[in-house]
């Protein structure tokens, strides 16, 4: 934004830029050079000397004049100047005109700047079309990555119960093993071990790259189908108790509703607690939500707003997670019941 955070003027084919970084736009210094740089818009110094230098006129700098002299009617003050909240109204922030040209662009940015103007509030995702496009693309990137982790935890935990209740040792033995081994490890440690152990020696000897987010969809997953297998398995167990004959069969859709119901509420705890724990993707740059949320408060320095931002997106993808496995209980009951009539 000129007058706060950078200030650039054309010198033929060379750029003369003064810049400071947003979190510094309200310290001291960050209030002399824009007050500075305001003051040489205002009374036409710059112009002054893009003449005395023969320079070629910049449409730029006369547009920046126009724009930080004007005064109002009654021609007492000017119409740029900071308000309570220490921002500058709307027409004077160049962000906004600079910025592309299409009506749906103008109105979101204009909704957004004329927020923050009044409010104090600097949600800059809804105003600025890159903060945006950001942000768009790691809640894409999240909901994705919970779904994704979601199906694949139900698949390997309940296929991990099936192979159990097979009773065929090797392949039991080999489950159980691997189950041990997922729900003791942190997933954190099993992306790590995965991506810079693994991943190192297949680079190394294969030259295969793994990718980022398979990585972390797969030992998401794998730690959570642990805690699924095992409440399926208890929940067989629990029904073994009036049916000694009881198993867990894929052929038999009675059995496999009969065994979720019972297991539904650790099942449930399960799956919501690894769809909290998708931001673990950031650690190795997968780009999802609180990557993209880190990066706009890095560059906008809106530390406050984005974060709780961040907490109620969570909050409501969470809500829209739990709803979800409720209606897959509710549908699994539905067909329990239409088999046992």
Do not use: C
């Given at each position: 934004m000129v007058g706060l955070s950078s200030f650039?003027?054309?010198?033929?084919?060379?750029?003369?830029?003064?810049?400071?970084?947003?979190?510094?736009?309200?310290?001291?210094l960050g209030q002399v050079i824009s007050d500075t740089v305001i003051d040489w818009h205002r009374n036409g110094f710059l112009l002054a000397l893009e003449k005395k230098w023969?320079?070629?006129?910049?449409?730029?700098?006369?547009?920046?004049?126009?724009?930080?002299?004007?005064?109002?009617a009654d021609e007492t003050a000017y119409i740029c100047t900071k308000n309570k909240h220490g921002f500058f109204p709307v027409q004077c922030q160049t962000r906004s005109l600079v910025a592309a040209?299409?009506?749906?662009?103008?109105?979101?940015?204009?909704?957004?700047?004329?927020?923050?103007?009044f409010s104090g509030i600097d949600l800059s995702f809804i105003y600025?079309?890159?903060?945006?496009?950001?942000?768009?693309?790691?809640?894409?990137?999240?909901?994705?990555l919970m779904l994704s982790t979601l199906i694949l935890s139900l698949l390997l935990g309940i296929g991990g119960a099936f192979v159990v209740e097979s009773n065929q040792k090797?392949?039991?033995?080999?489950?159980?093993?691997?189950?041990?081994?997922?729900?003791?490890?942190?997933?954190?440690?099993?992306i790590y071990l995965l991506l810079f152990?693994?991943?190192?020696?297949?680079r190394e000897l294969f030259e295969l790259q793994l990718s980022t987010w398979l990585v972390v969809v797969f030992c998401l997953s794998l730690y959570t189908a642990s805690s699924v297998m095992r409440a399926v398995l208890e929940s067989c167990q629990h029904l073994r108790i009036d049916r000694p004959n009881f198993r867990l069969r894929v052929s038999s859709?009675?059995?496999?509703?009969?065994?979720?119901?019972?297991?539904?509420?650790?099942?449930?705890?399960?799956?919501?607690n690894v769809s909290k724990a998708s931001m673990i993707a950031s650690a190795i740059a997968v780009p999802e939500l609180l990557s993209a949320t880190t990066s706009i408060m890095l560059d906008s320095g809106n530390v406050s707003e984005m974060m709780n931002t961040l907490l109620v997106t969570f909050v409501v993808l969470i809500a829209l997670t739990n709803r979800l496995i409720k209606t897959l209980e509710n549908k699994l009951r539905e067909k329990a019941a239409e088999i046992y009539e």
């Open positions: 650039i003027a054309r010198r033929k084919s060379r750029d003369l830029a003064i810049a400071m970084p947003r979190s510094a736009q309200t310290n001291a023969k320079l070629s006129a910049s449409p730029y700098l006369s547009n920046m004049h126009k724009l930080w002299s004007q005064k109002t040209h299409t009506q749906e662009s103008k109105a979101t940015r204009q909704i957004g700047l004329y927020f923050k103007e600025d079309d890159y903060d945006r496009q950001r942000f768009l693309t790691g809640l894409e990137g999240t909901v994705f090797i392949s039991k033995y080999m489950v159980q093993l691997i189950s041990v081994y997922a729900g003791m490890t942190p997933p954190l440690l099993q152990g693994v991943g190192s020696l297949l859709h009675l059995s496999i509703a009969q065994a979720y119901e019972g297991a539904a509420g650790s099942i449930s705890a399960s799956l919501i």
